[in-house]
């Protein structure tokens, strides 16, 4: 009984250790956090081309639809998430087009339903 006891504690205690690693590493939640102390954060999977992207800088949220030719991403759509919230300054566009450039190096960047401040 002493046993069973002592393998259920320590499958829960796995358990519980799984769950907090899982939570820590959960990408929408980084995604989220990100956003909240307006710092640069990409979501997207890079070896998924047809799945969308989601990006935050400066506390703005901003989604990406990646249009591919043949395996590489060719063009990018980038447009607000709250479309309230749009005003960008050319530089914090330059830095987000390098930082996506670094990884979709032949992809065109086109902004839509932005101010630039």
């Known amino acids: 009984m002493k046993w069973l006891l002592l393998f259920v504690l320590l499958a829960f205690l796995f358990y519980g250790l799984f769950r907090?690693?899982?939570?820590?590493?959960?990408?929408?939640?980084?995604?989220?956090?990100?956003?909240?102390?307006?710092?640069?954060?990409?979501f997207d999977n890079k070896d998924n081309i047809r799945m969308n992207l989601l990006l935050t800088y400066k506390g703005h949220l901003l989604e990406g639809e990646k249009y591919a030719t043949a395996k590489e991403v060719d063009h990018i759509l980038l447009f607000p998430a709250n479309p309230y919230n749009t005003k960008l300054s050319k530089q914090d566009k330059t830095y987000?087009?390098?930082?996506?450039?670094?990884i979709y190096p032949k992809a065109r960047i086109e902004w839509t339903r932005f101010k630039e401040v």
Request: cysteine-free; overall charge positive; hydrophobic content about 45%.
């Open 20 to 42: 907090f690693a899982s939570f820590l590493t959960n990408p929408q939640r980084r995604l989220a956090f990100a956003q909240k102390r307006g710092t640069f954060y990409l």
């Open 96 to 102: 987000i087009e390098q930082s996506l450039l670094s």
